[in-house]
């Protein structure tokens, strides 16, 4: 009888730790999935705060793309190349001449997108070497050289997305949008750059930031992209009228 109580016990404790152990790895979280769940969310909140301005958003009319035509770099790092440079009236730069900047991993994370003091402070960039396109146009700048390699897939889909969203909030259409080779003798941002694929994603719809309030972005009204286009365009046949150039380097006023 001992015996058999014995065994009894001995088979309860042993199916009762056996649905104790299912128990635990049926609801632990594995370290991996936390970790994906984390990243994401930090994926998630750097799109909704990098588009966040200090001041009013101006009225944009084009996006000019470029490439850093090095293999790394960063925002500090730019600024402080861009501000030993003066432009043609001997005038220092204020910095950093673009309004976004995004890593390839050498300098910056991969795909990491940062606003410069440019765009949240609403200020007219210093990259496209045309007064015009200066003061109405974002500077989008990748860091990598597109001659020699092309960008990383988080870089194509980081800027893919900033694009996106901004064409939803200017209502710039592909036409607006310009290699920085369209303005000046220069090969940036580079062959290897999927210029044309990236300039025809459609724009994107509302954005929702923390919270659950809607974005502050909201779509222009079209009178404001009136005459716009033709502009763009008069640009892009000049730009094929000019000798070909080998150069690579960008960042001009």
Not at 76 to 97: K, T, V, Y
Not at 195 to 224: C, D, M, N, T, Y
Not at 225 to 247: D, F, L, W
């Amino acid at each position: 009888m001992t015996a058999c109580t014995d065994h009894i016990r001995t088979s309860t404790c042993v199916a009762f730790y056996a649905i104790h152990l299912m128990a635990i790895c049926g609801c632990a979280e594995s370290p991996q999935k936390k970790q994906q769940e984390v990243s994401s969310a930090s994926t998630v909140i750097e799109e909704q705060t990098y588009l966040e301005t200090d001041e009013p958003v101006r009225t944009w009319k084009y996006l000019v793309i470029h490439h850093t035509a090095t293999s790394s770099g960063s925002v500090e790092s730019i600024d402080q190349a861009h501000s030993l440079r003066r432009d043609a009236s001997g005038n220092p730069w204020r910095g950093i001449g673009y309004h976004f900047l995004i890593g390839n991993g050498n300098g910056m994370e991969d795909g990491e997108v940062q606003a410069t003091f440019r765009w949240r402070d609403q200020l007219s960039g210093a990259h496209a070497g045309d007064r015009q396109f200066n003061n109405f146009g974002i500077g989008i700048c990748l860091v990598g050289n597109f001659e020699e390699t092309g960008p990383t897939p988080a870089q194509v889909k980081a800027v893919s997305e900033l694009i996106s969203q901004l064409k939803y909030q200017f209502r710039i259409t592909e036409e607006q949008i310009l290699k920085h080779g369209d303005l000046k003798a220069t090969a940036c941002p580079g062959r290897l750059f999927p210029f044309r694929k990236i300039a025809s994603i459609p724009p994107a719809g509302p954005q929702l930031v923390e919270g659950g309030k809607r974005s502050r972005f909201v779509p222009l009204e079209s009178k404001h992209t009136e005459g716009i286009h033709n502009v763009a365009a008069i640009q892009r046949s000049r730009s094929k009228q000019r000798p070909s150039t080998k150069s690579q380097t960008d960042g001009t006023r």
